[in-house]
């Protein structure tokens, strides 16, 4: 049927050797760092790593599998980089002020003493909202160091430097990641890895700091100006979240909308949409649809209805009805077009079925990253030769 073009059989060169494709949770992966078979990688500590190890997890997850690979949760996923980021240049700031104004040697080191103290005391570090309460703490630390009179008007400075080189920072690892997946070889050699990322819904200042450089990164293009063919991103559009002008993240999906007009990127996902409104669940970002640029989009649990989320899985295997095909051979008679679409259907259903059978047969082991690190989803409670 494959060889006469009644059905397709997608990527038959990989029939027997692996799956299609994956939802990446990223901030499951990097916490407390992973391996990608040839040494193990820290957690990320700024957003330049985090755009980096975002590149080899899906560069990583590609070699294990022959079709794409998606970020389903971008801005939230890379959020922490931002956070790390703002944190150390806050400190460092503060630190080089000491130094300058009050000749405080080694005042970036004390600083980030005092910073890492409080973070261990009070569970409070410098974030961009400026709302936790830290200055306040950190204050009382600092008027050991300098006068306190001095203390508002270092930490305001400290601030708005911090502020503008983190968007800085963020912007330059938006840039390298959309230029790293233009670059890097998938393991076929002959083409990057098919990469997808969704965003648009993070309403945090870190969250929209990711999705406003992204879009700026997609917008600028290449080297040359050229349209960036990967990631394809996808903007997730929701009322009270970003589809209506006093929405939080409203400005984020005016600018979406104009770098779409100028590189077709981003996509636009409605969460709203009935078939994808029944599964989200407010303040989880798991349950907010994902596609890919492949038009994967695997929420939907039969099996485990307390568990219709996005990240950590995928589709297995595709196969393609030749349906004008069929129509034509019908000449006009429904019945028999119907009947004959049946037949079809029942083919290919059993076609994917001992296709399904050789993946099941695979070990852990044959999958280092997808299986290995725990990326595809409940793998992680699994042994090698599982």
């Known amino acids: 049927a494959h060889r006469e073009g009644d059905i397709h059989i997608h990527d038959m060169d990989f029939l027997t050797l692996t799956t299609t494709c994956c939802q990446i949770d990223i901030e499951k992966l990097f916490k407390g760092g992973f391996s990608t078979g040839h040494g193990h990688l820290r957690e990320p500590n700024d957003i330049q790593s985090y755009s980096a190890l975002a590149c080899i997890a899906i560069q990583s997850n590609q070699n294990d599998q022959h079709g794409g690979q998606s970020i389903a949760d971008f801005d939230y996923g890379m959020k922490n980089g931002v956070v790390k980021t703002f944190r150390k240049l806050y400190w460092t700031n503060v630190g080089k002020m000491l130094n300058l104004l009050f000749d405080i040697e080694e005042g970036v080191d004390k600083v980030k003493e005092i910073g890492r103290e409080i973070m261990e005391k009070y ?41 503008d080189e983190v968007d800085r920072a963020t912007y330059q690892a938006m840039e390298a990641f959309v230029h790293n997946l233009n670059t890097m070889h998938s393991r076929a050699g002959a083409q990057v890895p098919f990469s997808s990322i969704n965003f648009g819904t993070d309403i945090s200042p870190e969250g929209r700091l990711v999705i406003k450089n992204i879009l700026l990164a997609i917008e600028a293009g290449l080297g040359n100006g050229e349209t960036a063919i990967f990631p394809v991103s996808i903007f997730k559009v929701k009322e009270g979240i970003n589809y209506n002008p006093e929405d939080p993240n409203y400005d984020m999906f005016k600018l979406a909308m104009k770098v779409s007009a100028k590189r077709l990127f981003p996509n636009f996902a409605f969460i709203d949409a009935p078939f994808n409104l029944q599964y989200y669940k407010e303040g989880d970002p798991n349950t907010e649809i994902a596609y890919m640029g492949c038009r994967t989009r695997v929420i939907g649990n039969i099996y485990d209805p307390s568990r219709q989320v996005v990240g950590g899985r995928g589709n297995l295997s595709f196969t393609s009805i030749n349906l004008p095909r069929i129509a034509i051979k019908a000449h006009g008679d429904i019945d028999w077009f119907f009947e004959e679409l049946d037949r079809k259907i029942n083919l290919a259903m059993d076609q994917l079925m001992e296709r399904y059978k050789i993946q099941a047969a695979k070990k852990v082991r044959n999958y280092p990253f997808l299986m290995g690190q725990g990326v595809w989803i409940d793998s992680d409670k699994l042994k090698e030769d599982d």
């Open 123 to 163: 569970d409070l570090y410098p974030i961009i909202a400026d709302d936790n309460g830290y200055k306040e703490v950190e204050a009382e630390y600092l008027q050991k160091l300098i006068d306190r009179k001095y203390i508002a008007t270092i930490q305001k400075k400290a601030t708005k430097y911090a502020n």
